[in-house]
């Protein structure tokens, strides 16, 4: 749902049947009383006083929220939403931790992108009722986190997106915890171990990387194989499968010490 809803949202100031998009400045933002029929909202370059007021007076109409190029350090605005099924949101460099998510008790899909000075996913722990959850740095800059542990709480989520990221303590091993993950996305920046492991507990989960290595899409006059694990360079199919067939021999081997 959330790539759909990234993929229709209109043009800045136009309403499409349920979906809206508007600047984040106040008289945009008060101009909602005036609005009928949005369920989907998308906001761009929101700040504090826009964003409590947004919620404050209009939160319970929308199904989906979907902020871009937040100016916002306090979120704790957010745990009013307790009917907002989707809350998207990309780029925040203000706000250092995220908000008490015990109320926001319709939240199906979550995706929080670009926030560099948030460490701590804690508050996420109380997120029950999600079923699809994004988190990530952007190209350019990575999510720095403590733990990924607060995720296993998540009883009832199906689809975990994690992207340029980077994990202080433990890796990806809590994720072990999450055997009802129906799929999972993981970038390639983490060590071939902690891969396989995963491989072996999560046996229901769909995952890229659960392999010893992924071809990409394409020609494979280039280097288009890559293996599964960090700072291990692209290969070709056709020029290294030697090299392949090593990589894929120590995965397994990786694999065999966890079953």
């Known amino acids: 749902m959330i790539t759909d809803l990234l993929r229709n949202r209109p043009p800045m100031g136009m309403q499409t049947g349920a979906r809206l998009t508007i600047k984040g400045d106040r008289q945009s933002v008060r101009s909602l009383s005036g609005v009928e029929g949005v369920k989907h909202l998308?906001?761009?370059?929101?700040?504090q006083p826009e964003l409590d007021y947004l919620i404050a007076h209009f939160g319970p109409a929308f199904e989906t929220l979907c902020f871009n190029n937040m100016k916002v350090a306090d979120l704790s605005a957010l745990d009013r939403l307790?009917?907002?099924?989707?809350?998207v949101m990309a780029g925040n460099t203000k706000a250092t931790q995220l908000w008490d998510m015990t109320y926001n008790h319709g939240l199906r899909e979550l995706?929080?992108?670009d926030f560099p000075q948030v460490s701590s996913?804690?508050?996420l722990r109380f997120a029950t009722p999600l079923e699809c959850l994004q988190l990530g740095g952007k190209k350019t800059r990575l999510m720095r986190v403590q733990t990924l542990t607060p995720l296993i709480n998540l009883l009832r989520l199906k689809k975990l997106s994690l992207s340029n990221i980077k994990v202080k303590e433990d890796g990806l091993l809590p994720l072990v915890s999450m055997p009802d993950l129906e799929e999972l996305e993981l970038p390639n920046t983490f060590p071939t171990r902690e891969y396989a492991i995963l491989s072996v507990r999560l046996k229901n989960t769909r995952c890229d990387h659960f392999a010893p290595y992924i071809k990409l899409p394409g020609d494979s006059d280039g280097n288009d194989i890559v293996v599964v694990g960090k700072r291990i360079p692209r290969l070709n199919s056709n020029?290294?499968?030697?090299r392949l067939q090593i990589y894929a021999k120590e995965f397994e081997r990786l694999r065999r010490e966890y079953m």
């Not at 307790?82 to 809350?87: A, E, F, M, P």
């Not at 020029?239 to 030697?242: P, R, Y």
């Open 42 to 47: 998308y906001v761009e370059g929101i700040k």
């Open 82 to 87: 307790n009917k907002v099924q989707c809350l």
């Open 111 to 113: 995706s929080i992108i």
């Open 121 to 123: 996913l804690g508050e």
């Open 239 to 242: 020029i290294h499968a030697k």
